[in-house]
């Protein structure tokens, strides 16, 4: 067993590595074809003095992928005045490189060259402004409002002077979608404090508003092209109802491709769960392939619930899968993190199309590209919304009360637990895991949230999402609430072994060792001053925390359900629901049940019928008193026809195979044959009560022809229900010749029937008695005969969907 155990471990660290495409950073080889300005370009300040931050640049390949330890060469533009400590730079891991400037003595726009070593075509130029000092850029209001402090500009001179009287042109060059911004002042001349200001009155869109500055220097003309001051509003109703559209649009998108992989997947997908969960290592395979390719654990989760509650799970092969599960739920996760936000709308139109083509197969296709094209709009909303508001204050500040950036080097708990916490509760809400990872990983492309925080709310809808499975077995049977505890005893233990490793830090670094890896495995720099590739880390971060919680605790799956089953005893015999309404989900299996639950009632009715006929008039053994026990077990056969009728019509709203709507009229005529057959037993105790209030025999002879129908009847029941547990047509065809024979007999003793009561076998009362037992018996035969002419058809279906 711990070879096996050590096996599937290896497995599942190789299926990890192929998750987590584009892990590696060897720069060897790769030459600097663009360089992406992250931070600095454009920046005010007066003479001599350095800038307010570094200059910041992402070296980047052909394919877009930083290429670390590159080099740079940096100099002055002609004209320019830029100071450097330096002439040359090297880019860190992340392929970043940060260059810190100071302002000359040259007033006005100034640029700095960036060359990369060995690619001098690629080079690129950084501007920056001297002489000039922006006072009330970066402010927060309410759309439609005036701002609380003015834009001030300051300009001096190149010896810092300040220069008054000159004329400063503001305008507004940019903003939002919603209305026009507004300023008290167009043109305004400096004071004697080099100062010269305006107010701005925001319009009703929700992000940045752009105020382009054009200063005039010491000798009257422009001293630069233009500097842009952002400010920020917020129109907070109009930004919640676009941010949930955009979250609604994701969710149903969500929903809509793991309908479609379901329909396309084919029927049998769904059954790989049984096929591959005899034992806990295959089982957890299984699980993450299924919840991979429907793309939703929560429906792998619910349809484990429903085996279990059905009895076609234990326990131990439970836990198995849906430690399967978490693995198999990261796939979403990972979808999302890439950015392929251009397929959107083409895939909404080729889903759309799809979906119209009249074949079962084509329409879940086009779910599935539908869905796929939702997901992305959605997020693309999500993202654009969040994005607009990353840098807005009192985002900041709520965003900060949970930041689980570490401070000296430690994680601070607090906000740790609140993290973990929010992503619980949500999950809780929306009950999706792969919705709020999706949500999680919005947040951190829109610049809100880093990989620090964002690996907390992640813990926290894994243990978030296992309240599906809580709810699902409510009203399931004990070893399915054990199930459902043990899939959050192990969410649990998985993020509590995940905080210990938040603050195991790697070598110097101080950085957490698990940080480190996903760091170490996924491009970009994930902590740096502008964190790169953040989507990317939060779903690497994902995936890796499933796998390896999987790979620890896997080997503990005994133990766990031992626990499992002591918090939650099986104080009276387990009661297992053949017809477990999340079953419907699954018709294959629902029907497989269907006709599990057939077999059963048929034989109950035949049980009832074989031991009232036997108790009560053949044995001589009519009781009164016991006629309400016999009554209640025939009402027993009555609620099964009923419960199976029921599940019958729920099963047929589905969307079904044409195969599988067939099974639906013929599950239903043999349930109503069976409940017959049952309900003769009531039909005999009428006759076996006459029969003792008249305190009548039959003769041996008509004993004996009662008794030989008796038997043909035993036996051919007995062959109806070999033909429905074994899928052969022969028992079923036995069924109907002894069928055939029993109809003969009771037409031959009904032709005897004048001749006999001339000859005084028995008088008028006792006769008619019993004439109509054997009606009875051929209409039991009949309904018996109605089975076997079905049962082929029902054991051809199941037989074929096994294969």
């Not at 676009?242 to 491709?257: E, K, N, P, Q």
């Not at 792998?300 to 599960?325: E, R, Y």
């Not at 900060?400 to 601070?412: I, K, N, Q």
Request: net charge neutral; hydrophobic share 45%.
């Amino acid at each position: 067993m711990k070879k096996r155990g050590i096996f599937a471990s290896v497995l599942l660290l190789a299926a990890l590595f192929l998750l987590l495409p584009g892990c590696s950073r060897e720069a060897e080889g790769r030459q600097v074809d663009s360089i992406k300005v992250l931070q600095g370009d454009g920046q005010v300040g007066l003479p001599g003095r350095p800038f307010g931050s570094e200059l910041v640049l992402e070296l980047l390949d052909v394919d877009g992928v930083p290429v670390p330890g590159a080099e740079v060469r940096v100099q002055a533009a002609r004209n320019s005045d830029l100071p450097v400590p330096a002439e040359r730079f090297r880019a860190d891991a992340g392929g970043v490189v940060r260059i810190p400037v100071s302002a000359g003595k040259v007033l006005g726009d100034n640029y700095l060259e960036i060359i990369p070593v060995g690619a001098e075509n690629r080079s690129r130029s950084c501007r920056f402004v001297t002489g000039l000092e922006i006072d009330g850029g970066r402010q927060q209001g309410a759309a439609g409002s005036t701002l609380d402090r003015p834009i001030s500009v300051r300009v001096v001179d190149a010896d810092g002077v300040p220069v008054a009287g000159q004329p400063v042109y503001f305008g507004i060059v940019n903003a939002p979608e919603g209305g026009a911004a507004r300023l008290s002042d167009e043109v305004a001349a400096t004071d004697s404090s080099g100062v010269a200001r305006t107010r701005v009155t925001l319009g009703s869109g929700t992000g940045g508003y752009e105020v382009e500055v054009k200063p005039t220097g010491p000798d009257g003309r422009l001293l630069t092209r233009g500097v842009t001051v952002e400010v920020m509003g917020l129109n907070l109703p109009n930004l919640l109802i676009s941010a949930f559209a955009g979250l609604a649009i994701f969710i149903f998108g969500m929903h809509l491709m793991s309908d479609g992989l379901q329909k396309t997947a084919g029927e049998k997908m769904k059954t790989i769960i049984r096929l591959f969960a005899r034992n806990r290592f295959v089982g957890l395979l299984a699980g993450a392939g299924v919840t991979a390719v429907i793309q939703s654990s929560s429906a792998t989760t619910v349809m484990v619930i429903g085996f279990i509650n059905a009895g076609l799970l234990n326990l131990a092969q439970s836990i198995g899968i849906i430690f399967g599960t978490n693995i198999g739920t990261t796939v979403t996760a990972q979808i999302v993190s890439f950015n392929v936000s251009t397929l959107a709308m083409p895939a909404i139109i080729a889903g759309l199309l799809l979906f119209f083509i009249p074949y079962r197969n084509c329409r879940g296709i086009g779910e599935t590209v539908l869905g796929f094209g939702f997901l992305f709009y959605g997020m693309v909303l999500m993202s654009d919304e969040l994005t607009r508001i990353a840098d807005f204050p009192t985002v900041t500040r709520l965003f900060s009360h949970f930041d689980c950036t570490p401070l000296d080097g430690v994680m601070p708990f607090g906000a740790v637990i609140g993290a973990l916490c929010i992503g619980l509760v949500v999950t809780m809400i929306i009950q999706s895991s792969s919705a709020s990872t999706g949500i999680i990983i919005a947040l951190g492309a829109g610049g809100l949230i880093n990989l620090y925080t964002a690996m907390p709310l992640v813990l926290g809808a894994n243990i978030g999402t296992t309240v599906t499975a809580q709810l699902a077995a409510i009203p399931a049977n004990r070893v399915a609430k054990q199930a459902a505890l043990a899939h959050t005893l192990f969410n649990v233990a998985g993020t509590l072994i995940m905080l210990v490793f938040f603050y195991v830090p790697w070598g110097a670094t101080e950085v957490p060792v698990f940080f480190h890896i996903v760091d170490a495995i996924t491009p970009g720099d994930a902590f740096s001053a502008i964190p790169q590739n953040v989507p990317r880390h939060i779903a690497n971060a994902h995936t890796l925390f499933n796998v390896f919680t999987a790979v620890i605790l896997l080997p503990f799956v005994m133990p766990l359900a031992h626990v499992c089953e002591r918090l939650i005893p099986a104080k009276r015999k387990i009661k297992y629901t053949s017809l477990d309404p999340y079953l419907l989900e699954n018709p294959p299996i629902a029907l497989h049940q269907t006709v599990t639950r057939l077999r059963t009632m048929t034989r109950s009715a035949w049980s009832v019928f074989e031991k009232t006929m036997r108790d009560t008039v053949l044995n001589g053994g009519y009781d009164a008193e016991k006629r309400e026990e016999y009554r209640k077990r025939e009402s027993k056969i009555d609620r099964m026809q009923e419960e199976i009728t029921a599940y019958l019509v729920q099963l047929a709203q589905r969307e079904l195979t044409l195969p599988q709507s067939r099974m639906i009229p013929v599950l239903t005529h043999c349930a109503n044959d069976a409940e017959r057959l049952a309900d003769y037993a009531e039909l005999v105790l009428k006759e076996a009560a006459r029969l003792a209030e008249r305190r009548e025999k039959f003769s041996k002879k008509s004993e004996k022809e009662l008794r030989t129908l008796f038997d043909l009847t035993g036996r051919m029941a007995s062959k109806v229900l070999a033909a429905l547990e074994k899928g052969d047509e022969e028992p079923a065809g036995e069924a109907r010749e002894l069928g055939r024979e029993i109809r003969q007999q009771v037409g031959r003793m009904v032709n005897a029937y004048p001749g006999n009561l001339r000859k005084g076998s028995f008088n008028v009362e006792s006769g008619i008695i019993f004439l109509s037992l054997a009606g009875i018996f051929r209409q039991a035969a009949e309904r018996l005969d109605n089975i076997a002419v079905r049962a082929s058809s029902l054991t051809r279906y199941e037989w074929e969907e096994r294969k």
